[in-house]
């Protein structure tokens, strides 16, 4: 899956991620066709790379921006968050039992041996249906549209711009996704919360999605949508500003050479360990929210303000120590995935931002 990896980072011909380059016709860069012109006015490679900034990388399938490159990005978010979510249904479901019921499950550890004790080790992979089908589409929704989001909103400010407020960009971006990625998810959450929290419910979500819509109607599956956001947007914010940053970081102060020169494994390392770091802080800021949508979907008619109220504020950090451990793990795998996904798949891959010529020259000028 990762043959191509080196490869393709070492030619990447873009010199930021915020900016498009066309790519001429059957891979030839020295000519273009008449809708698009050649680059000429900068033929000197980019610093750290073996070719020339208007060459194109022959292992990429699609061209940077395009709606291919945004779909195929798409695919990747649902690779990399439907399958590290459903592997960690274990250890989200004995989370969401220490959110909810914190007497009966006192810590991780007895979370675990209490619900094997009752329910035997499958009980453990209660949700999984809605969990895989929920955060597929939300990870298709997350990933691709930050991509968009992303491109659209450098194209409005400028490559400058872009490169001086980048942390800003990628919090507007990863937040606007997160947005439609939280409608997309909010129903399967909701009827995972039932099936995990509420004893003899239902066992699969083919049982709940009736019961809940006799009981409460389609509300049942938004109710908890509002506190999703207040979950999942500042997660994602973090989770992608977090991660770019450290990227950038390491490969600045920690690695100690450029990322074209790195193998595919140093490559994966700094990859999984920017990925860690960013769920750390993830789990923290979104984790009194987590609370109040546990509770709020195991709870028929509860509020978010009533929840807020009745848990308190050392409620409402009830089962922090495994969704760290939960959401770091998660996070550091779903970013190897996706990066892996867009070697197998020729996606470009984009080196960490480096300051443009033209902000070179101004400084200079000064």
């Known amino acids: 899956m990762f043959s191509s990896f080196f490869q393709t980072a070492a030619n990447s011909p873009f010199r930021s991620p ?12 020295t000519t273009a066709p008449a809708a698009v012109p050649a680059i000429s006015n900068d033929p000197q490679p980019v610093v750290g790379r073996e070719i020339a900034a208007a060459a194109s990388a022959s292992t990429d399938s699609c061209e940077f921006g395009s709606n291919k490159y945004f779909a195929l990005c798409g695919i990747g978010g649902i690779l990399s968050c439907g399958t590290t979510h459903t592997f960690v249904v274990p250890l989200d479901l004995v989370k969401c039992r220490l959110q909810v019921d914190p007497a009966k499950y006192k810590n991780l550890f007895h979370g675990f041996k209490v619900t094997v004790a009752e329910e035997g080790a499958r009980g453990l992979a209660k949700g999984w249906f809605p969990t895989l089908i929920g955060y597929s589409a939300q990870g298709l929704c997350k990933f691709g549209l930050y991509e ?4 659209k909103y450098a194209d409005i400010i400028g490559e400058e711009n872009s490169y001086l407020y980048r942390t800003y960009l990628y919090l507007a971006a990863s937040a606007s996704a997160e947005v439609f990625a939280d409608i997309a998810l909010s129903p399967f959450e909701a009827a995972k919360v039932k099936i995990q929290t509420v004893p003899g419910y239902a066992n699969t979500f083919r049982e709940a999605v009736p019961k809940m819509l006799k009981e409460e109607g389609v509300a049942a599956f938004y109710k908890g949508l509002v506190p999703l956001w207040m979950r999942q947007i500042p997660y994602t914010m973090m989770k992608f500003a977090c991660f770019e940053r450290t990227v950038e970081l390491l490969y600045k102060y920690v690695v100690p050479k450029p990322r074209a020169d790195c193998s595919k494994g ?3 390392v700094v990859t999984f360990a920017a990925g860690y770091i960013a769920g750390v802080f993830c789990a923290v800021v979104s984790h009194p929210a987590d609370v109040v949508v546990s509770k709020l979907n195991q709870t028929k008619g509860a509020t ?6 009745s848990l308190g504020f050392m409620g409402m950090w009830n089962g922090l120590t495994p969704r760290i451990i939960m959401i770091g793990t998660l996070t550091a795998l779903q970013w190897f995935i996706y990066d892996g996904v867009k070697v197998a798949l020729g996606i470009p891959r984009p080196p960490p931002p480096e300051k443009p010529a033209s902000l070179i020259a101004k400084e200079k000028a000064h």
């Open 18 to 29: 915020f900016t498009r380059v066309q790519c001429a016709d059957g891979g030839n860069a």
């Open 148 to 151: 968009v989001f992303k491109v």
């Open 266 to 268: 140093e490559q994966l």
């Open 304 to 309: 978010a303000g009533g929840i807020v109220k």
